[in-house]
């Protein structure tokens, strides 16, 4: 399949009709967009309910709303539910503005339409409007007419002082002459994804635009472009945020010291609206207090954000998280009008139900698969309380411009269900169940318009690898539909990247059944990493964990296995709260398991050894057999805080690992609780002591530095292993020693606990190497490259030498000297002939001497092998009909105009690249002709002249000296002349 489709270079096409841009590594796709699904079109308001507050009218002192309960805290497992969300709804197409904000990343830059960093491109003017964002006195917002093709654009670049993550925000005004499909351009470090807002139906607030990876510095930006399907309508520039900061608002006390998230909604609101003109407080506070007016903010500020005058109430909703206490299990939906019916919006029963049945029902059909079963609250799903109304959901500040509830998960002061609710897979779970309920929702209140597909689950058993230079073969195992998990996959889409984090436009690959597809165009330099999703009508799956691998073809060397699949609350981040040393869990996987580990592993052997081949795969497709072990020198195997539960190498694991050891194979594999599972909990002991020969000491070294022994492979390197401020926290790493015939490799800083185990393969078995800590935890990128250095020394994996030629033959391959028609030059590898690359030299016996004029055909090449073939014209000083002429020649082949991946040519086979061949003058390889020599002996003799005999009068091209098809008396005196001569 194409690299580039026609739709993708037609997109690249309109974003470039004003300037040219910087075009994307080889094979990537250089436009993307947001994902479309069954909530296109659709507005999600979203909030996460309480939050750090400040006794504003007090001490101004900062508290949560609700106390810590079994490591959790409300106010913050709220926002780590309310991300989970956002990443479904925008999946699924929908356009998501939320009331607190969306993920972890607590630097930010804000850019205001007139300051330093905006440019502006094309025709734009000033607005004289009074609602805006910004200061008294700045210019308000620009503004500029649609136009079908681009001319012209808003350019935000930021000042991105630390690389990351970072949600993207907009902030324009609504209005009846905007456009319905505004189109924001977010350039990342993958490349540029596409969004488009209908700002007809929202504005004046931040609006959600995604979330990418970002350099440091000023590579990345956002465009506000007029291209736009809506004519005569107009374009808004006002602000772009990027990134959610830290809270910097003092109400008396001081500020609060917490990321924004972590503060109630409330904060967030304020801060932008502080900044901005012609919007009055009451627009999203009811109370100076400031944790009374957080009750109502939400409803009251998506109701400023909302304009109904444009679309209707089936096309928008609002969604609350809370959790629960005072005794009770499982999910609870709220709704309004027990006391006051006024106070309902007008779904909100339906919508209430929907959402407190589908997490029900869904999180109860996955028990088993959770730490503790759900609890199955049956038909009681929705609560309508006699005493009060919801005021996060009154219909009173909603003025029935959508439907809202809030959604109560579960109980944070029963111990099991805040055991769940800081699980990652429970709350994955539970905003997949909101995102079906939502669909379910909408299809009941718009005459069944939106489709009832939901986006399927995620793909399984992935793996890559280059079959040949500059390809990628990608396969995996389709999603299983299910009415839990995600409908089937009508296709699926490739993202590719070159650094692991950003990644590009995708590449569409159509069919649910389709297993595997081959892409081309790659730089083979470089290595690339992949995500694969599955598509369908619903929108888009969450995408697989990360593959990398260098498109390089050629032989198969280091294969990369993830074998770390753990999701669970043991793995969260900590956070401190109060007093030392007291702390609550985080739930945000980027910093418990991201899946994309082997980026580390994989920026490691690059960097070491350029020009080693590695590819990568999910340890499932080890366990099926999709991947045979056996096609690759060694084996690098992550493991990272895999453990009991899920094991670190299952029964099948160890018995393949085995006999790819006693095959010769080696196996580089580090992770924490290798040993505490395999060898304490038994569940491989002879494994781990036979065949990594190892003998696990005692859990949890205390410590996060490690040196290499003296006499080990690692002698000399010192390093550090992450404790959460980088990748993950390597909690827990094991205390192991060698078995008989292994040495420990390294230990714990300032101590002699052993910290990694080397083994020499004996007996024809491979080489293992064993860190008891996770390798992409090591917080040093040079110290990373520095291990893998070593363990590929230990391995003897180096990259491939640089391309020979493998043969010469004349014609082809036979012995014959007669007739020397072409000849044929087969090297090592795939290399690039540059001109003048081949010269052909007539050096005698006797007569004329001389460069022969070539040409030269490589199109009989392999995948693997480069294949040229030598002519020259027919008649010329060198030859005669299609033959040389007699005399001796010599083929030399310029080294340094032969290239490929792996170097010039070594064409004097001394191991280095750039040296030239030239055939030999004596001996076996010299190059020859002398018409009648059959036996390409150099001789014309009895033995040519019986076979002349024989194909006297017939046909033999041999013989044939003039070339009319028939050996004749022309061609008899042609080989009297030569009877007994030699060369």
């Not at 899920?646 to 010769?664: C, I, N, P």
């Not at 040993?675 to 020969?693: C, H």
Request: aromatic share 10%; proline share 5%; charged share 15%.
């Amino acid at each position: 399949m194409p690299r580039k489709p026609k739709s993708c270079c037609q997109s690249l096409l309109r974003l470039s009709q004003l300037e040219v841009r910087l075009a994307p590594a080889a094979g990537l796709v250089p436009v993307g967009t947001q994902p479309t699904g069954g909530l296109s079109g659709k507005i999600a308001y979203i909030h996460a309910g309480h939050g750090y507050t400040a006794d504003n009218l007090g001490t101004g002192a900062w508290s949560f709303q609700r106390g810590e309960q079994f490591e959790m805290i409300e106010d913050l497992g709220n926002v780590d539910q309310m991300t989970f969300l956002a990443d479904y709804l925008f999946r699924a197409g929908a356009t998501v503005v939320p009331l607190r904000p969306i993920g972890h990343q607590t630097s930010e830059v804000v850019l205001d339409n007139d300051d330093v960093g905006v440019t502006f491109s094309g025709t734009w003017t000033n607005s004289t409007a009074s609602v805006f964002y910004g200061s008294a006195g700045d210019v308000p917002y620009r503004y500029v007419t649609t136009s079908a093709v681009e001319t012209a654009y808003a350019r935000y670049r930021p000042a991105v002082t630390h690389a990351g993550f970072y949600p993207v925000y907009a902030w324009s005004s609504p209005g009846s002459n905007r456009a319905a499909d505004q189109l924001y351009r977010v350039n990342h470090s993958g490349g540029i994804t596409e969004v488009t807002i209908n700002h007809r139906r929202v504005g004046n607030g931040l609006v959600y635009l995604g979330t990418y990876f970002f350099e440091a510095g000023t590579s990345g930006y956002v465009d506000i472009s007029n291209r736009s399907n809506s004519t005569g309508s107009v374009v808004i520039a006002d602000m772009i945020r990027f990134g959610n900061g830290m809270g910097d608002i003092d109400r008396g006390g001081g500020v609060s010291g917490l990321a924004r998230e972590d503060e109630a909604g409330i904060y967030w609101v304020k801060w932008h609206v502080d900044r901005s003109q012609g919007i009055p407080d009451s627009e999203y506070r009811s109370s100076t207090d400031d944790r009374t007016a957080t009750v109502s903010l939400s409803p009251r500020y998506a109701e400023y954000m909302n304009r109904e005058q444009n679309g209707t109430l089936s096309d928008r909703v609002f969604v609350s998280f809370h959790s629960n206490a005072a005794g009770g299990r499982g999910v609870l939906a709220l709704l309004n009008g027990n006391n006051d019916p006024a106070s309902a919006t007008p779904n909100m029963a339906l919508l209430a139900s929907s959402l407190g049945t589908e997490i029900n029902n869904d999180l109860v059909a996955q028990n088993g698969s959770f730490e503790h079963n759900w609890f199955d609250a049956g038909t009681n799903v929705t609560l309508d309380r006699s005493d009060i109304e919801f005021g996060e959901i009154n219909n009173y500040y909603v003025n029935n411009e959508f439907d809202a509830t809030i959604v109560e998960v579960a109980y944070h002061d029963n111990q099991l269900d805040a055991e769940l609710m800081r699980d990652p897979k429970v709350r994955d779970a539970v905003a997949r169940a909101t995102y079906q309920g939502l669909v379910k929702y909408f299809r009941a209140v718009d005459g069944n318009t939106t489709p009832a597909t939901a986006l399927p689950g995620p793909v399984s058993s992935v793996r890559a690898d280059s079959p040949n230079i500059g390809s990628v073969t990608l396969a995996w195992t389709p999603p299983t539909a299910s009415g839990v998990i995600g409908d089937g996959a009508t296709g699926y889409r490739i993202y590719a990247s070159t650094d692991g984090y950003g990644f590009d436009g995708g590449t569409p690959v159509s069919g649910g059944a389709t297993t595997s597809v081959t892409l081309s165009g790659f730089d083979p330099t470089l290595p690339y990493f992949f995500r694969i999703v599955a598509v369908n009508a619903g929108g888009e799956s969450a995408p697989s964990e990360v593959l990398a691998l260098t498109p390089r073809g050629g032989p198969k060397q280091v294969l990369i296995v993830n074998g770390f699949d753990r999701q669970a609350r043991s793995l969260n981040p900590t956070q401190p709260y109060g007093i030392s040393p007291n702390t609550v869990e985080r739930v945000r996987p980027r910093e418990s398991n991201s899946r994309d580990y082997g980026i580390q592993v994989a920026t490691a052997i690059q960097t070491a050894r350029p020009g080693v081949r590695f590819a990568s795969t999910s340890n499932e497709a080890v366990i099926s057999g999709a991947v045979n072990l056996t096609d690759y020198k060694a084996v690098v195997w992550i493991l990272g805080e895999e453990s009991t539960a899920d094991r670190t190498f299952d029964a099948t694991e160890q018995a393949k690992v085995e006999s790819y050891l006693a095959a010769g194979g080696h196996l580089f594999l580090s992770g924490s609780e290798i040993g505490w599972d395999l060898d304490q909990q038994n569940n491989g002991r002879p494994f781990y002591e036979n065949s990594l020969k190892a003998n696990y000491v005692s859990d949890d070294a205390n410590s996060y530095s490690v040196t290499g022994t003296g006499a080990g492979i690692f002698s000399g390197i010192s390093l550090t292993f992450d404790n959460g401020a980088l990748f993950y926290d390597a909690q827990f790493p094991d205390v192991i020693s060698p078995q008989a015939g292994a040495q420990s490799a390294m230990v714990y800083a300032s101590t002699t606990n052993g910290a990694a185990v080397q083994v020499p393969g004996t007996g024809g078995r491979g080489n293992v190497v064993m860190l008891a800590f996770p390798f992409e935890t090591v917080t040093s990128a040079a110290n990373r490259t520095a291990v893998m250095d070593r363990v590929l020394s230990y391995f003897a994996v180096s990259a491939p030498p640089p391309p020979r030629v493998q043969s010469v033959f004349v014609n082809s391959g036979t012995a014959q000297r007669s007739m020397v028609t072409s000849l044929t030059v087969t090297f090592t590898g795939v290399v690039d002939l540059g001109t003048g690359a081949f010269q052909l030299i007539r050096t005698g016996p006797t007569g004329i001497q001389g460069s022969v004029a070539l040409s030269v055909d490589s199109t009989s090449s392999t995948a693997t092998q480069t294949i040229a073939r030598l002519t020259w014209p027919a008649n010329s000083a060198f030859s005669e009909t299609n033959s040389l002429i007699d005399g001796t020649y010599t083929l030399t082949v310029t080294g340094s105009l032969v290239d490929s991946i792996d170097g010039n040519l070594d064409g004097d086979n001394n191991g280095l690249a750039g040296g030239n061949f030239v055939t030999p003058t004596t001996g076996s390889g010299r190059l020859f002709r002398l018409f009648g020599d059959s036996d390409g002996n150099g001789l014309v003799d009895s033995i040519d002249f019986l076979a002349f005999r024989l194909a006297f009068l017939g046909t033999s091209s041999t013989f044939d000296a003039d070339g009319n098809g028939t050996v004749t008396t022309t061609d008899f005196l042609a080989f009297r002349l030569r009877f007994l001569q030699s060369v």
